[in-house]
T-cell receptor, first 114, second 111 residues
Framework: EAGVAQSPRYKIIEKRQSVAFWCNPI?????LYWYQQILGQGPKLLIQ????????DSQLPKDRFSAERLKGVDSTLKIQPAKLEDSAVYLCASSLVTREETQYFGPGTRLLVL | DQQVKQNSPSLSVQEGRISILNCDYTNSMFDYFLWYKKYPAEGPTFLISISSIKDKNEDGRFTVFLNKSAKHLSLHIVPSQPGDSAVYFCAARAGSYQLTFGKGTKLSVIP
């Protein structure tokens, strides 16, 4: 069974530029999550989707971050404009609706904002 | 305010001995606890979990203990193997709310 796929794996941009990350969850997983993991910290949830609807985006900085999951499968996370403090690993995870406590993570995208 | 705390950033253990990783929490509404393991350049991998109605859950070499009165849980790995060297994250959940993660403990198992 294929795991959660993410791309790109690494991205370096300058502040005020925009960047987008892509995630393809495990087949059949209706719930998809985007996390931000800053160095030395645990993952912090940014947004949770169930199918193509947003369940929780309370910690998403909506002035610069946006995410979509238009067809209920793949998802993109965008930052525009990026700030230095956005440097982090962005993790995508997915789970079954009936087993949301067990999430499967992708390898992450490491973002460096200069 | 950190609701899930892993106070030891790192731990070194000899191969074959027991590794004990600790986690404290402050939110009494947490009712489900998980441990994730993370290798460098990979995403976290689910390891083991425990519901608040239990005080112990075992899966092979891994056992998680929950002490609700102390708001403390621990992960025991016996025997420890070099392949267990990774960062271990404790996570907790209150009902249907999001997972809250600790900062992680880096375990090094020395051959």
């Amino acid at each position: 069974e294929a795991g959660v796929a993410q791309s790109p794996r690494y991205k370096i941009i300058e502040k005020r530029q925009s960047v987008a990350f892509w995630c393809n969850p495990i087949s059949g997983h209706a719930t998809l999550y985007w996390y931000q993991q800053i160095l030395g910290q645990g993952p912090k949830l940014l947004i949770q989707f169930q199918n193509n609807g947003v369940v929780d985006d309370s910690q998403l900085p909506k002035d610069r971050f946006s995410a979509e999951r238009l067809k209920g499968v793949d998802s993109t996370l965008k930052i525009q404009p990026a700030k230095l403090e956005d440097s982090a690993v962005y993790l995508c995870a997915s789970s079954l609706v009936t087993r949301e406590e067990t999430q499967y993570f992708g390898p992450g995208t490491r973002l460096l904002v200069l | 305010d950190q609701q899930v705390k892993q106070n030891s950033p790192s731990l070194s253990v000899q191969e074959g001995r027991i590794s004990i990783l600790n986690c404290d929490y402050t939110n009494s509404m947490f009712d489900y606890f998980l441990w994730y393991k993370k290798y460098p350049a990979e995403g976290p991998t689910f390891l083991i979990s425990i519901s608040s109605i239990k005080d112990k859950n075992e899966d092979g070499r891994f056992t998680v203990f929950l002490n609700k009165s102390a708001k403390h849980l621990s992960l025991h790995i016996v025997p420890s193997q070099p392949g267990d060297s990774a960062v271990y994250f404790c996570a907790a959940r209150a009902g249907s709310y999001q997972l809250t993660f600790g900062k992680g403990t880096k375990l090094s198992v020395i051959p």
